[in-house]
């Protein structure tokens, strides 16, 4: 298994296309011919991401967050990759673990909090919890259903034709959703008709606490996109700059009615597919400490430094703006009334 595992990580060092995609402005970093603000806001969004993530773990192992929770800890690269490719306007379609997205897609951190919490102030009113948040003022939703999200992304990707302009949909799944035949059938649709739709696999390798390889008939989802005349691309999903660059393409594609295309990412998730259950039964602690070695959050902060786009000062500003952030998120939720049992008739 081991060897398995090492073989996976030797193919990863593949994964680093070279971009199509340039931005406009010149004011460019040598090492990434990226702009300098874009650089700041990907890091910004990980590190938020990660700080986030284990808050509510802390708070989850104290007994004081409801239900459970499915952490995103070491997956930040792949949504801080995507976020500046996403306008306000685009849908996103999340999955069970998609807290991230909404986060960046720009639901208020408070009242995000406040729904985790279960409180009346948050995002849903407290009803949705950790897996069916819902804004529709950012045009996000998410489903713990797998591969739910699939036929609500056509949904609105017919939509965004219909009514013209470049509004494009966003829809997140992990390697397991690629089994469910919402998966194969949507991607059909998208395709014929041509809608504007970037379909992004998290591949962690696990499907809950199932190795991809013991249900998964091909080695690499972005293979199956073929079946449906679909472009593909496999991007290394701990690395920020790779998956913005083949983003870029396929919403690229996507504004100009190009059609559709599925863009896969392969990452790790470092706990388990919940916290708490035992992932030391289905993967070695060999395997989770060769990807802790390659950790977004230390990887791409070591590349900016060198390049110059971050000093030490500045991570300690942004580090220390966003606990504050958070830590004003949960002042706010854990301060918010609960929910009565009135509320319950409320919008039916």
Not at 20 to 26: A, D, E, G, L, T
Request: net charge neutral; proline share 4%.
């Amino acid at each position: 298994m081991l060897e398995f595992k090492l073989l996976a990580m030797k193919k990863l060092n593949n994964y680093h296309p070279k971009s199509k995609v340039r931005v406009k402005n010149k004011n460019l970093i040598g090492g990434f011919n990226m702009e300098k603000e874009i650089l700041i806001k990907i890091y910004q969004n990980i590190v938020l991401l990660r700080k986030l993530d284990e808050k509510l773990i802390e708070l989850f192992t104290a007994g004081k967050l409801p239900g459970w929770i499915h952490p995103y800890v070491g997956q930040e690269a792949v949504v801080a990759g995507i976020s500046p490719h996403v306008r306000k306007e685009d849908f996103f379609c999340a999955t069970h673990r998609g807290r991230a997205f909404h986060v960046v897609k720009g639901t208020p951190l408070r009242s995000f909090v406040a729904e985790l919490l279960g409180k009346k102030t948050g995002v849903n009113k407290g009803r949705a919890g950790e897996m069916h948040i819902t804004n529709w003022e950012v045009y996000s939703t998410s489903s713990g259903i797998v591969g739910a999200t699939f036929p609500m992304a056509v949904g609105f990707g017919l939509a965004c034709k219909l009514e013209g302009g470049d509004r494009i949909v966003f829809c997140t799944f992990g390697d397991g959703a690629s089994n469910r035949g919402t998966f194969h059938e949507s991607l059909n649709m998208a395709s014929v008709w041509k809608l504007p739709i970037v379909f992004i696999c998290e591949n962690n390798l696990y499907a809950q606490f199932t190795p991809s390889r013991l249900t998964t008939a091909v080695s690499d989802i972005a293979q199956r996109a073929s079946a449906y005349n679909m472009p593909s691309k496999i991007v290394d999903g701990m690395d920020p700059i790779a998956v913005y660059e083949a983003v870029g393409e396929a919403v690229e594609r996507a504004r100009k009615r190009e059609g559709p295309t599925l863009v896969e990412c392969k990452t790790y998730r470092y706990h388990g597919h919940f916290y708490g259950d035992k992932w030391e039964t289905y993967r070695s602690p060999e395997e989770v400490e060769a990807w802790k070695k390659r950790d977004p959050t230390v990887t791409f902060k070591e590349r900016l430094l060198k390049e110059g786009v971050l000093t030490e000062s500045l991570v300690k500003e942004i580090e220390g703006r966003i606990d504050s952030q958070i830590e004003d998120a949960l002042k706010f939720a854990f301060e918010s009334p609960e929910p009565s049992l009135e509320d319950i008739y409320e919008d039916l």
